[in-house]
């Protein structure tokens, strides 16, 4: 499809000040060649490493139980110090496995995350409605739970929500998308250079495992046309990413998803089920992009930068994933962005000193 036929994707609010930037940038230059400056520039935080570039924090599977809440409110302080985050992606689970799915404490994780300085963006976890079936979380009906996460959690349609919001392409009202207009949360903008997007996909076998302690039983049938209306979405949002990616000319794409798809197992392998679809178009399109990819997901709470997905028998050398930190352990990853870098994304863990565990 030729450039000119797709409506343009929203871009940060840096990248539409880039001229403006670009020339305050050689201002600044000039001056710090003159040595006018050289008292005057903001200093880094405490501890924080600078790299060229601008970047996003990544985060998820926090805060669980009103616990982490004091410890999570660190993080948000650690992240609103840094002079290179623009936005704070959440890759889902606002709340632990054990925890009720009541409207309260979807509005009180809410409330939390409007402290960050940027805009926040979420995608959807496990935790969050397909697992609210169990007896300890409430016994709801999971369709019911994700409706009402969004309802809370997207107030508006292409627009992020945190202190300084940004627009965003929603999936509901893309051109071309009509027939996956419910996925508001499915999401995408321009950083960088880059091109950025949630994907709604869960762990929990993407929905496929039974609600077996729903009052009455499993509904296998409503369960299994969420899955397949879902994954429709999912596959038509990621070509749709990737379409826009290559029209936009982008040196490189991020996908962030809430589920631990098993990248490192075979098709068809029990760890995969749910996610075989998922992974082979991401692999395809990937491949016929050739730029780097960055796959970014929670869900096992375990800290990694790795390139598990293997094709005709090697790694795919252009796509990495990164797994964010999650409870116990709350912290973030810093991912800087720089079009002229080869490999355009750079990963970094933020540990944050208050919440490091006593030994």
Known sequence: MPATALPPIPHTALETAMPALSLLRR?????????????????????????PGVSFALLGDVPYGVAE???????????????????????????????????????KRFN???????????????????DCHRTNNGSYLPTERLAKFREIFYPAIGRSTGKRPMALLSQAATPGQAAHAAYVENT????????????????SANNLAPWNQLAGGDRPAERQAEFDARLAA?????????NRAVAANSAGVMLAMQANPGLEYAAGSPQRLGFDEVIARITAR????????????????????????VNAGVSLENLTRVENFGSPNVHWVEVFVDARDPNVFSVVPRIVPGNVVTR
């Open 27 to 51: 201002s600044l230059l000039a001056a710090l060649a003159g040595g006018l400056l050289a008292t005057s520039l903001p200093a880094a935080a405490a501890g924080e490493y600078i790299r």
């Open 69 to 107: 809440e004091p410890k999570f409110d660190r993080v948000i302080a650690d992240i609103n110090a840094s002079r290179n985050v623009r936005f704070v992606l959440h890759t889902g689970d606002v709340k632990q496995g054990s925890e009720r799915c009541d409207d309260a404490v979807f509005i």
């Open 112 to 130: 939390q995350y409007q402290k960050f300085d940027d805009a926040f963006i979420v995608t959807p976890g496990d935790n969050d409605w397909t």
């Open 188 to 203: 995408l903008w321009q950083f960088a250079g880059a091109t950025m997007a949630t994907v709604h996909v869960v762990g």
């Open 234 to 242: 999912s596959l038509a949002w990621i070509d749709e990413i990737f």
């Open 286 to 309: 990937s491949i016929a992009f050739g730029k780097p990819v960055l796959l970014a997901h929670g869900d096992s709470h375990y800290f990694r930068v790795d390139k598990p997905l």
